[in-house]
Structure formats: structure tokens, C-alpha cells
């Protein structure tokens, strides 16, 4: 089913139970759930403009309840009954996510939760098991455990049973979690009220169509799918290494490492890294980029300890299952003040292994950026990689601009340099690799050339477009040199590089700009 459907149908329901609760609240994190909000219920007690303040969902369970706290304080009087929020989760119902609502019931927070299961995993498997992550078990197992009121689970597709168990909670008092899960079938959002046609059934109706034999499309495997699936076979002979998940996703071939797998919080994770890495094993820390943030005080207060980060989902968020996060590409930005730690960003699964291998050999810090974004079908760079040396590479020679890029994108700006070929000019390519420490060697060849595009999966602001700014002032070449940068914008909540201007024929729109193209001729 399309993704939207699921949230369409709870949309759809909510809003004929909000339309009699004037005074409610909601906090959304699902598709189009903020803007679905404010274009059917716009009043000063919304919530929805403030929930994209919230990066994940217990962010948003904390925005509520400071919501429904601070009104209750008000000089007007408190919260009635009907106006305590309600929460939207799109997510996996984490253990922090649980841990978060107990102590929030705790402290007499009344709101309903929501929570939207578009992939049906919870309700086929089962508690118990010892060998499975928690997050596979059954949500209600550990609700109860908690202390929380855990409602029985309803089909998006029973619009009638959802909305009675909507009024249902209405009713109650504490904090609720309505478990709804999401369908194969196809979406009938607004056709709840349909009438059944009786009439007979033509011939085309009653027609048996015969199975379809066409295959199934296959989702392109991510650069990320590929690198971990690379990188889990090489720490197979690396026996002091061991790995710290803290991702909500499935280790998939890292379970392969059997004891050497601890899944974990992010919670003092950095902590028992050091733990680890005093003893002689060399961590290595598999982290959300999302999750960057929570970790970073403790980062900056240990930066002396051979650790190894290995972040994930950086830059656009492959399946989009939730928007982006600002540390999805403000990352790196973070990153550049810490001087001790070594930086690296692959631009193909190739080079994040030697990348990943000089990092667990390093007695420095060290962390691993891997974008999400699907590189199939892109041309691979042949050039060797460096073994030793923290450097980039030259991956397409040329002397009438450089292509200065960083992660997988690399890709891109390749196909725009061949395709500049057809213009009869000559597009360098330079992978930088490292953002720490960054390689000025290669970049002063790019400055060479007289023109610079930078091209990153990640903000320009504080990534490598600051990065090469910051070296061109420093040394006096400015006026040397004329730049243009892309990146990814904040403004365009977007899972297409495309909307962003990364692509062979943005880039090479670019390129004609610096060229001195005027618009009639691009």
C-alpha cells in the first residue's frame, strides 16, 4: 500500500472526533498530518506548529505534555477534560519511548497516544524471546509492564472502530496508547459512508482474473544497505572489535558477530565504549543520525579513546517512514569542532571499508558517515582507494572547473562531468573523503582549475561548502577562485536529491553558470 494511506485513514477518523472537541489539541508526526491539521482545525490551541520542533517521539511526548501543563497553570483555569492532547506516533513504540510515557503518567499527564503501525510487525510475533530485540516482541507486553493503558489494536481500515475507540479513551482518564495498524489493501479514505451497490455483477465483475506472474519490483538496496553488509563481513576476522547498536533498525548482517553484538541505548553508550576500549577492545558504536545530538556532551568530555562511531541514515532518509531530522544534515557541522576526531565520509561501500579499517586501527576517534541514498545504476569510481593515508582521491581529471564533493553524491557530479564532455569542456572530479582531517593538497589542484562547485549530502552551512570558504579566505583566494555550492536545503522537507539540485542536470546547470553560460544559452 502507499505509505500515505495509513495516515490519510487516522487523519480522516480524528478529525470527525476533534470537530466535536473543539478545545483538543494535537501533536503529529506523520505525513502531511501537520498540514492536514491546520488546514481543518486552525485555532490558537494547535499543537501542530510546534510538533516540527520535535525530532523524534519522545520529543513530542515531552511537547505535549509541556503543552498541557503550562495550560493547566493559566489564570483562565485548568484543562478541561476535552482538551488534553493527543499525540500522533509514526514510529516503532521504543523502549524509550515507553519509559518516557510511564514517568509522563506519573506525573499526571492526560493525553492520548496514537500509535500508527504501517508494517503490521508487532502483532505476529511473540514476547519472550530471549534472542530477538525487544522492539520485535509485542507492544503491549511491555505497556503493561509500565503501568500504561494499552488499548487492543484497530485496523485503519474499520473506520467505525476507530472512531469508537477514539471517543472510548475520551472518556478515561491517564495516559492511552491506541495501537492501529496499518493495511495491505487499498486506501478508501473518505468512502466510509459509500453505499453498497447491490446491483448484479456484469460479466467484467465476475470475470476470475488469473494471477499475475509479473515479478514484484525489488527496492534498490541503499549505499548504507550495501556498506553494512561490507563492513559486518570484514569485522567477522577483527575478534577485539565489538559493536554497540543503537539503531531502532534491524543489525541485519551484523548478527553474524554473535556475542560481539551488544543492542543498547544511546544512553550512555559513550560510556561503555571507554569501558571497552580501557580493556583493549575497539568499539565501534552503530548510531542514528537522528540521535547524534544525545551524544554529543559526552563525545566532546572523551575524545581521547579509540572509539569508532558508525552513523547511519545521515543525510535524506531513504524510506521517508518520518521527516527529516535537522541532524540528518547539520551533522557534520557538529562534528568540525571536535579537532581530535577523525571524520569520514565514503562516497562508495569500497571506500568505507578502508575508511572503516583505518579508523579501528587509529588511536584516535574516529566516525563513519553513511548516506541512505540509493547509488545503483550510478558509475563506480575505479581509482584505488588509499590504504593509509587519510586523503581523497581525483576520480575524473579536467582543467575547466572541479567538482569538489563529499559522500555518495560524488556520483552525480561524475555524470555531470561526462556529460560536460558534450559541451567540449573538461569537469574534474575530486572526492574529498575526509572532513577531518581534510585534505588541502587535493583542494589546492581543484583551486587550480579557477572554478569550484562543492557537492554534499548535508547542509552548506558548517559542511564542506564552509569548509573550502574557510580555506579560501584564510590563505587570501577569493578573488582567485569563483565558488558555488550545493547541498541539501532545510526549507525543502524533500527524500529527492533532485529537489535539492543534486543530480547530472542540476549539476550541470551549475557548471554552466560558473562557465559564464547566459540563461538563454543553458
Given at each position: ?14 478529525a470527525?472526533v ?15 498530518g ?8 486552525n ?6 506548529a510546534?510538533?516540527?520542533?520535535a ?7 515531552h ?14 483555569g485548568?484543562?478541561?477534560?476535552q ?8 514510529h ?19 493525553a ?10 508487532y ?8 534472542s530477538?530485540p ?5 507492544p503491549?507486553?511491555?505497556?503493561a509492564a ?10 485503519s481500515d ?7 475507540a ?9 495516559l ?8 495491505d489493501?487499498?486506501?478508501e479514505?473518505g ?5 453498497k451497490?447491490n ?7 465476475n470475470?476470475t ?29 577483527r575478534?577485539?572489535?565489538s ?6 533498525k ?10 560481539r ?7 550512555g ?11 583493549g577492545?575497539?568499539p ?6 537522528s ?11 572523551t ?43 565514503p562516497?562508495?561501500?569500497e ?5 572503516l579499517?583505518n ?8 566516525l563513519l ?5 540509493s547509488t545503483v545504476?550510478?558509475p ?7 590504504k593509509?593515508?587519510l586523503?581523497g ?6 582543467s ?12 552525480h ?9 558534450t ?5 574534474a572530479?575530486?572526492?574529498?573523503a575526509?572532513?577531518?582531517p ?37 590563505n587570501d ?33 551549475q ?11 543553458l
Amino acid at each position: 500500500m502507499a505509505l500515505e494511506n495509513i495516515y490519510q485513514k487516522v487523519y480522516h477518523a480524528v478529525a470527525q472526533v476533534l470537530r466535536e472537541q473543539t478545545l483538543r489539541s494535537v501533536a503529529w508526526r506523520g505525513i502531511g498530518g501537520e498540514a492536514y491539521y491546520q488546514a481543518n482545525f486552525n485555532h490558537s490551541r494547535s499543537l501542530a506548529a510546534l510538533a516540527s520542533l520535535a525530532e523524534d517521539d519522545v520529543s513530542l511526548c515531552h511537547l505535549a505534555a509541556g503543552w498541557y501543563r503550562a495550560h493547566a497553570v493559566m489564570p483562565q483555569g485548568a484543562l478541561a477534560a476535552q482538551s488534553q492532547p493527543l499525540i500522533i506516533v509514526c514510529h516503532d513504540l521504543s523502549a524509550k519511548l515507553l519509559d518516557t510515557l510511564e514517568k509522563l503518567q506519573k506525573g499526571r499527564l492526560e493525553a492520548i497516544v496514537l500509535f500508527l503501525d504501517c508494517s503490521r510487525r508487532y502483532v505476529n510475533k511473540h514476547p519472550g524471546r530471549g534472542s530477538e530485540p525487544w522492539f520485535y516482541t509485542y507492544p503491549g507486553v511491555f505497556a503493561a509492564a509500565r503501568g500504561l493503558f494499552y488499548a487492543p489494536p484497530v485496523d485503519s481500515d474499520d473506520f467505525n472502530g476507530l472512531n469508537r475507540a477514539l471517543r472510548s479513551l475520551l472518556t478515561q482518564k491517564g495516559l492511552k496508547i491506541l495501537h492501529i495498524l496499518g493495511s495491505d489493501r487499498p486506501s478508501e479514505v473518505g468512502n466510509h459512508n459509500r453505499t453498497k451497490d447491490n446491483s448484479a455483477p456484469t460479466d467484467s465483475q465476475n470475470e476470475t482474473k488469473a494471477p499475475s506472474t509479473k515479478a514484484k519490483p525489488s527496492l534498490a538496496p541503499t549505499f548504507e544497505e550495501l556498506a553494512l553488509k561490507y563492513i559486518a563481513s570484514d569485522l567477522k576476522e577483527r575478534n577485539l572489535v565489538s559493536c554497540l547498536w543503537t539503531c531502532r533498525k534491524d543489525p541485519g548482517p551484523f548478527k553474524a558477530l554473535r556475542g560481539r553484538l551488544q543492542l543498547t541505548s544511546t544512553d550512555g553508550v559513550i560510556l561503555q565504549a571507554i569501558g571497552m576500549a580501557v580493556c583493549g577492545v575497539h568499539p565501534l558504536i552503530v548510531l542514528s543520525a537522528s540521535d547524534l545530538p544525545k551524544v554529543l556532551n559526552e563525545l566532546f568530555n572523551t575524545a581521547s579513546f579509540p572509539i569508532t562511531i558508525l552513523l547511519t541514515d545521515a543525510g535524506l532518509i531513504g524510506n521517508q517512514n518520518e521527516p527529516l531530522s535537522s541532524a540528518n544534515f547539520h551533522d557534520l557541522a557538529m562534528l568540525r569542532s571536535f579537532e581530535n576526531i577523525h571524520v569520514a565520509v565514503p562516497g562508495d561501500e569500497e571506500e568505507a571499508r578502508s575508511m572503516l579499517l583505518n579508523l579501528l586501527s587509529a588511536p584516535e576517534p574516529g566516525l563513519l558517515r553513511l548516506s541512505s541514498s540509493s547509488t545503483v545504476g550510478l558509475p563506480r569510481a575505479n581509482q584505488a582507494v588509499p590504504k593509509e593515508k587519510l586523503c581523497g582521491r581525483c576520480l575524473v581529471e579536467g582543467s575547466d572547473l572541479a567538482f569538489v564533493c563529499l559522500g555518495s553524491v560524488v556520483y552525480h557530479a561524475i555524470l555531470a562531468a561526462h556529460n560536460l564532455k558534450t559541451w567540449g569542456f573538461k569537469a574534474a572530479v575530486y572526492d574529498m573523503a575526509w572532513l577531518n582531517p581534510f585534505d588541502t593538497e587535493l583542494l589546492q589542484k581543484a583551486i587550480k582549475t579557477g572554478r569550484i562547485i562543492t557537492v554534499e549530502e548535508h547542509s552548506t552551512i558548517g559542511g564542506l561548502a564552509s569548509t573550502v570558504s574557510e580555506y579560501l579566505a584564510q590563505n587570501d583566494l577569493e578573488d582567485r577562485v569563483q565558488l558555488r555550492t550545493v547541498g541539501l536545503m532545510s526549507t525543502v522537507n524533500s527524500p529527492n536529491l533532485e529537489d535539492h539540485g543534486i543530480s547530472m542536470e542540476a549539476l550541470t546547470q551549475q557548471a554552466k553558470i560558473i562557465l559564464g553560460f547566459q540563461e538563454g544559452e543553458l
